[in-house]
Every structure is written in C-alpha cells, then in structure tokens.
C-alpha cells in the first residue's frame, strides 16, 4: 500500500474548496438577506418542516458550550492542521477517504472563519424541525459547514467499518517466501 502522489491530494483540496466557498457564500446570503426578516419559508407548504431561520451560535452544536468560542476557534485549527498531517498517510485509492476528510476540512475552515470574522459566533441558518398541533420535533439549526463536517465524519466511519468486515488476506505460503531460484540465499 504505497503512500498518496500529489495528485491524489487534489480530491480532497477541491472538495475542501467547494465547501468552503459553499459555507461562506450561503453565510453572506444568510447574513445580509435573512437576518433583516429572521426566517423565510421558500417552500410555505413546508414551512412546518423547513426553514431558513438567522442565527449566531458561540458554542457547538446544538448550541451547547455557549461562550466557549474561542476554546472552539483552537479546536478548529487543530482539527484542521490534523486533517492536513494525517491525509498524508491516506493511500492513493482510498478516494472516499479524502472525500470526507475535504467536507471536513471544509466546514471546520468555514467555522473557523466565522468564529475569527463574528468575535466566536458562528453563522447558522438551515432549519429543520417538524410542527403540527400534536407534535413539535426541533432540529438546531445549522449551517453547511456543520452539515459537511457531520457528512465527512459519516463517510469516515463508514470507510473504517467496511474496512473492518473485508476478509483477511490469507498469510503467504512457505513456498511463496522463498526464491524458486537455487543459485540465491534465502534468509
């Protein structure tokens, strides 16, 4: 299992990227479209199931830790610099691998940016919950980066659980160690 080339590492860079750019754009729509109104419903037939709803958050998900911000901006960037040290041991074929680790780059580096841009708030605005007169199941809201980091972190144990199950290659015959030729020393 040889280790990754260069190109290789273009997989999770661009992925990083989209997400990046994804999060960022999505924040800046968020930020001087939504936060005027609060809450928009763009399908109002679903507006009991999904909306967009202007928030910041100073802790983690689900808003918990609240004003631990800056604890959070350094857990950020060490995340960040481990995602950067580990894909260097990521081999060549392992594609899905990358792939979660780039969401998760992503979204940590879009959280980042946040925390450092709106003194250790985050930006959320993705709603969903489910409302009738009978029931009210309310999911935090959100963001992009939050939703990749959750999604890499999936992909990430899924790869490591497959891996888990496949067969073990058997252990190579006596006659397989040794050189067919004669005329060679077999140590």
Do not use: C
């Amino acid at each position: 299992m040889g280790l990754k080339s260069p190109p290789s590492t273009i997989i999770l860079l661009v992925i990083a990227a989209l997400t990046l750019v994804t999060d960022q754009f999505t924040k800046y729509l968020a930020i001087t479209r939504l936060a005027p109104i609060g809450m928009w419903a763009p399908v109002p037939s679903l507006a009991h199931i999904f909306t967009f709803t202007y928030t910041t958050n100073t802790g983690v998900a689900f808003g918990l830790f609240k004003d631990l911000g800056p604890i959070f901006a350094g857990v950020a960037v060490a995340v960040i610099a481990a995602i950067v040290v580990y894909q260097r041991q990521v081999p060549d074929g392992a594609w899905l691998v990358r792939v979660a680790l780039g969401l998760q780059l992503g979204g940590a580096a879009g959280n980042l940016i946040d925390r450092l841009r709106f003194d250790y708030a985050v930006v959320d605005f993705i709603h969903l919950h489910y409302y009738t007169p009978q029931l009210r199941l309310d999911w935090p809201v959100s963001n992009v980066a939050d939703i990749s980091i959750v999604v890499g972190v999936i992909l990430l144990a899924f790869t490591m659980l497959r891996e888990g199950k496949e067969p073990a290659k058997p252990a190579p015959q006596a006659s397989e160690l040794t050189d067919s030729n004669p005329s060679t020393l077999n140590l």
